[in-house]
């Protein structure tokens, strides 16, 4: 069976956990679309544009990786872009909490879809995008917390360079 795999998130920034789990992704799937999300609980540091660009150059070397967007609801794109699978990653009990009620309502939401999730390797385990944009923004070292075109642009985009 050909399996057509969807890793959503808002990537505002992209992290090297982030990468991780689409790599490893992309070694168990035919095809992973990498979807760039809106997230209403949160304000955005870089553009939608801005993100897909980035993660286009983060991501160059995947051939069976793609990237698009959407600002709707997650399971009317999944449903209509016949997704069999989507890749959540787990770095915590937190998120196995927030992704086990995301998933059982998603099950009322998605036609012929599963859920698969990547546990995050220990070194990216205690990585977020809100993480990064902390120490980043006060002059830290993000090398271990972002790619390196990603941090070129937050550097940039505080004003740091």
């Given at each position: 069976m050909h399996t057509k795999a969807l890793y959503a998130g808002s990537f505002d920034p992209m992290t090297?956990?982030?990468?991780?789990?689409?790599?490893?992704?992309?070694?168990?799937?035919?095809?992973?679309?990498?979807?760039?999300?809106v997230n209403l609980a949160k304000e955005s540091l870089f553009s939608y544009e801005e993100r897909?660009?980035?993660?286009?150059?983060?991501?160059?070397?995947?051939?069976n990786v793609s990237i698009d967007r959407c600002d709707g609801l997650l399971a009317d794109y999944v449903n209509s872009?016949?997704?069999?699978?989507v890749v959540r990653g787990l770095r915590n009990n937190t998120d196995f909490d927030q992704e086990l009620a995301m998933d059982?309502?998603?099950?009322?939401?998605y036609k012929d879809c599963e859920t698969v999730y990547i546990i995050s390797e220990d070194k990216y385990g205690f990585i977020s995008s809100s993480m990064a944009k902390q120490v980043i923004s006060l002059g830290g070292?993000?090398?271990?917390?972002?790619?390196?075109?990603?941090?070129?642009?937050?550097?940039k985009k505080y004003g740091l360079d």
């Amino acid at each position: 069976m050909h399996t057509k795999a969807l890793y959503a998130g808002s990537f505002d920034p992209m992290t090297l956990g982030h990468v991780d789990v689409i790599k490893r992704a992309s070694k168990i799937f035919d095809e992973l679309t990498v979807l760039v999300t809106v997230n209403l609980a949160k304000e955005s540091l870089f553009s939608y544009e801005e993100r897909e660009e980035m993660i286009r150059e983060v991501l160059k070397d995947l051939p069976n990786v793609s990237i698009d967007r959407c600002d709707g609801l997650l399971a009317d794109y999944v449903n209509s872009h016949g997704y069999n699978v989507v890749v959540r990653g787990l770095r915590n009990n937190t998120d196995f909490d927030q992704e086990l009620a995301m998933d059982q309502l998603h099950k009322h939401l998605y036609k012929d879809c599963e859920t698969v999730y990547i546990i995050s390797e220990d070194k990216y385990g205690f990585i977020s995008s809100s993480m990064a944009k902390q120490v980043i923004s006060l002059g830290g070292d993000g090398s271990v917390l972002v790619p390196e075109p990603v941090l070129e642009r937050m550097i940039k985009k505080y004003g740091l360079d």
